[in-house]
């Protein structure tokens, strides 16, 4: 049974119009047609199943018989990352966190960020696509651009990955709950790394080798889920 | 300093001549040039610091002054993988694994496998890439497509992640220095995972969620790695 994104479908509707797209997808390309049941997710927890009850390929509607509410993952996921030079990076990097679990991204403006701008509408597509992918009904939040102190003053209490010397907690020792967040190819500033532990961050040994941004970000993600 | 990669430098080398392709790198694209110091791995655990003693941009000579021999990581992480469909996710894979410590990838011919071909010596040229920018000094062993019976008859005892029900153990429960087996987009047959279960091999419970292939592999990666 194929899996349709709408962010907009309420738990109490009845009958569902699916986007221009979705329907053009459903029945000029899977051959959906009248009767054919479907699965659709709003990305806050529910499925809804649904029968084609007008399979027109730009306004394909649904019957709504059954509504599935799952249950919100214990663990809350959150990383705060400046965006790579190469955005593929970060795409590749969100598709693989939003199967592992992800629950929101953060961007950060660092001092020695490369880039400073992101394609959020593109992000959000990835990240769609890997809940449909991976079977999840939750859609992480991706948050657009924000600078490094506003965030960390809005958000004390985290873990932070420098590649300076000092004082660090293993990966096995973060608990979940609390932002990581990851700097940029230059790293983060000292300044910014000496402003993250006046508000409550701890920095964590992310490897004895040196790991690319989103490798970081990756080796964050299998920390706060402490596999 | 520069990373230069050289598989068939020797520890008792006393001069080095660099590959046309590195010597172009060296001297035409990084601009070094007599007297200028860089570094020589050969991905056995070899450091060489040599000096330019001849910046011809095809045949560049240098006088190796010191020899460094870094120890052979303690744990042995080995990942035997289908290829993905689309080589761009083993790829990307490989690189990161590389990253953080893989010791040897296997490719594996299995029932579903929608490709049964790599090209390696693009494998190695990313694996020497990933090698170098992480700082590691030991390059994983790509090993070719080999059939699954074959490969799980010749190194048994290890571990195998499936989709299927079944007894499973925890990504927490597996200790590294034993394969890790990774199936194809459309998972190993009951047959393999019998057979695998036969000689030795354990299931392990990768997510609660459906990965995709190259996403379980790094899982493996990281459950190896015991972090």
């Given at each position: 049974m194929a899996t349709f994104?709408?962010?907009?479908i309420?738990t109490?509707s009845k009958e569902f ?19 054919s049941v479907l699965d659709i997710i709003d990305?806050?927890?529910n499925q809804f199943i649904g029968k084609i ?9 649904l019957e709504i018989s059954e509504v599935i509410s ?158």
């Amino acid at each position: 049974m194929a899996t349709f994104f709408a962010a907009n479908i309420s738990t109490d509707s009845k009958e569902f119009l699916l986007s221009e797209e979705e329907s053009k997808h459903c029945i000029r390309v899977l051959r959906y047609g009248l009767g054919s049941v479907l699965d659709i997710i709003d990305g806050k927890g529910n499925q809804f199943i649904g029968k084609i009850i007008d399979d027109h390929p730009k306004r394909c509607k649904l019957e709504i018989s059954e509504v599935i509410s799952h249950p919100k993952p214990d663990n809350f996921i959150h990383v705060a990352m400046a965006p790579t030079k190469n955005m593929d990076r970060v795409e590749w990097f969100l598709e693989k966190a939003v199967e592992l679990g992800l629950s929101k991204l953060t961007f950060l403006k660092c001092e020695n960020n490369e880039r400073n701008s992101i394609n959020k509408e593109r992000l959000q597509k990835i990240a769609v696509s890997a809940m449909k992918q991976s079977k999840r009904y939750y859609l992480p939040e991706i948050q657009d651009l924000i600078s490094f102190n506003q965030f960390v003053e809005a958000n004390p209490n985290g873990y932070i990955g420098h590649c300076y010397e000092g004082e660090k907690i293993n990966l096995t020792e973060i608990r979940n709950n609390a932002p990581f967040l990851i700097g940029p190819e230059g790293d983060f500033s000292k300044t910014e790394v000496a402003f993250a532990l006046k508000n409550g961050y701890q920095a964590v040994h992310m490897s004895d080798y040196r790991l690319r941004t989103e490798t970081a970000a990756l080796t964050a993600v299998f920390g706060l889920l402490s596999i």
